[in-house]
C-alpha cells in the first residue's frame, strides 16, 4: 500500500500532470489536441502525461468515434487528498483549523508570529473565495 501512495504522488510530481489535472478539473472532459493547446506543448507530451496518470488511475477516458476525452477520476483524487490529509503533521487533521501542533510547540512570542502569518493565510484564501463568488453571482 505504502509503496502504491509514494507511486502516485511520484505521478503527481511533475507540473505539467498537475496542470492536466487542474484543467480537467476546470474545464471537464478534453482531448490530448485541446489540452496541448492550452498547455503550451505538444499533443504527444500531454498523451504521454495523461497515459501515466491513466495508469495511475487519476484520468479515464472513453472513446468516442476519433475523438478521446479525458476526464479525472473524482474517486482517486479523493483519495489522494484524504491519505495526504492522513499524513499532514500540521494538526489540522484535514479540517483546516490552524495549526495547533506547530503553535503548541512554538515558544510564546513565535505562537504570536504563527498565527499573524495564519491569519493572512486566511485573509488570502477567503478574499480568493469571495472572488470567485461574485463572479458566480455576476453570471447567474
Known amino acids: 500500500m505504502e509503496?502504491?501512495?509514494?507511486d502516485l504522488f511520484?505521478?503527481?510530481?511533475v507540473d505539467k500532470r498537475i496542470?492536466?489535472?487542474?484543467?480537467?478539473?476546470q474545464k471537464?472532459?478534453?482531448g490530448?489536441?485541446?489540452m496541448s493547446e492550452m498547455l503550451g506543448i505538444t499533443p504527444s507530451a500531454v498523451s504521454q502525461h495523461l497515459k501515466i496518470l491513466k495508469h495511475a488511475g487519476l484520468v479515464r477516458n472513453e472513446r468516442k468515434g476519433y475523438w478521446i476525452p479525458y476526464e479525472i477520476n473524482p474517486a482517486a483524487l479523493e483519495k489522494c487528498g484524504e491519505f495526504l490529509s492522513s499524513v499532514c503533521t500540521c494538526g489540522c487533521k484535514g479540517t483546516g483549523k490552524f495549526r495547533e501542533t506547530e503553535i503548541n510547540n512554538a515558544?510564546?512570542?513565535d505562537k504570536v508570529a504563527l498565527l499573524e502569518k495564519y491569519e493572512r493565510e486566511?485573509?488570502?484564501e477567503l478574499n480568493s473565495i469571495q472572488v470567485q463568488l461574485e463572479e458566480l453571482k455576476r453570471k447567474t
Open 3 to 6: 509503496s502504491k501512495q509514494a
Open 107 to 109: 515558544e510564546d512570542e
Open 10 to 13: 511520484k505521478v503527481l510530481g
Open 32 to 34: 490530448a489536441n485541446e
Open 19 to 25: 496542470r492536466i489535472i487542474e484543467l480537467l478539473k
Open 122 to 124: 486566511l485573509r488570502e
Open 28 to 30: 471537464g472532459p478534453l
